[in-house]
């Protein structure tokens, strides 16, 4: 079914049209509001006693490839409410459409809040410039916290772990909320005193899940004596892999007697784990050099000096710190 498009479905709910001029690159629409009352901010009372007018702008969605500005012929009401102290109010339109004191209609709002957590400030900033919506970089963030930041609850269930802003250089913390599955707060290192500081404006955390290092375990005994610690379930997966492994390779000579394989044959591995597999022969092979040298009470700087192997690793073999197996952690 058809029916003839009328300017006024072009602008936002409650509003209609009364005029639409360009001016340079951008168009104004002039509208005004449909409802003849508003409700007063104070009592609550619908009036329709005008006091006067004024004008209002807000950024609209774009228009064929123009921004759009709303000019907004806005009212001031008395509020008659008996009991009430507010005398002259500010007509106040609907927070869905246009929020009070916003400079963006609340649908521009909900687009450029999706730009920002899609792409983040300075991208979605000049990628809102080219849809034309004028926004700065950052009034998108301020948009993106806001709407972030409403009611929160405070968390009584937290995990905490590190995190790498870039691996093997720089380590910061993140703290889940683990019954609402969500972060709840990043710290910009993974000192322990910085999760104390933390953790001691927290004191409603009964249960910290945590990794199986000292640093975390420290600052929440510090901080919350009360709350129960537990190691969480990554990391007890990680110690018992690390565990099976070791043990799995103490026992590497008697495995293969028993299941009749003293060799792998090559050509029935896949390409990544012949990688895996040539990278294993080599460790070994590594390994037991040094280890026989070792035996023959050779002193670590000849081994290193032989091997050609760097001391650090010389030692980790000679400590037991190095398997063959490699790990990712
Ligand atoms: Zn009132």
Redesign the pocket.
Same mark, same amino acid.
């Given at each position: 079914m058809q029916h003839a498009l009328r300017p006024s479905a072009l602008v936002p709910d409650g509003f209609a049209v009364e005029s639409a001029v360009c001016d340079g690159g951008t168009t104004l629409i002039t509208v005004r509001p449909t409802s003849n009352t508003s409700a007063?901010? *104070?009592?609550?009372?619908r009036?329709d006693r005008i006091h006067s007018r004024y004008l209002r702008h807000a950024t609209d969605l774009p228009l064929a490839g123009r921004p759009v500005r709303l000019v907004v012929v806005a009212r001031r009401f008395r509020?008659d409410?008996a009991l009430?102290s *507010?005398r002259i109010?500010t007509e106040r339109f609907d927070g869905s459409v246009l929020a009070p004191r916003a400079r963006r209609t609340a649908r521009l709002d909900y687009v450029v809040h999706h730009l920002g957590l899609a792409l983040g400030g300075r991208p979605a900033a000049s990628f809102a410039r080219r849809l034309m919506i004028p926004v700065s970089n950052d009034s998108l963030l301020r948009l993106v916290r806001r709407r972030r930041s409403a009611p929160r609850v405070r968390p009584t269930v937290v995990g905490i772990d590190d995190w790498a802003w870039k691996r093997n250089q720089r380590y910061g913390t993140i703290v889940c909320d683990l019954e609402r599955r969500k972060p709840v707060t990043l710290l910009p290192d993974r000192e322990p005193a910085t999760a104390e500081a933390w953790f001691s404006g927290q004191p409603q955390i009964t249960i910290v899940a945590r990794d199986r290092g000292g640093g975390y375990a420290l600052a929440a005994a510090r901080a919350l004596p009360h709350a129960i610690q537990v190691a969480d379930r990554w990391h007890l997966m990680e110690n018992a892999s690390r565990a099976f492994v070791e043990a799995v390779q103490k026992s590497m000579r008697q495995i293969r007697s028993a299941i009749g394989a003293t060799t792998i044959n090559p050509s029935l591995l896949t390409a990544a784990e012949r990688i895996q597999y040539e990278g294993y022969l080599r460790r070994e092979e590594a390994n037991a050099a040094i280890l026989g040298l070792a035996k023959e009470r050779i002193a670590i700087k000849e081994i290193v000096r032989r091997t050609g192997h760097s001391r650090g690793l010389v030692r980790a073999v000679l400590r037991g710190r190095r398997s063959a197996f490699s790990f990712s952690r």
């Open positions: 007063c901010p *104070r009592c609550g009372t009036s509020c409410a009430c *507010r109010f």
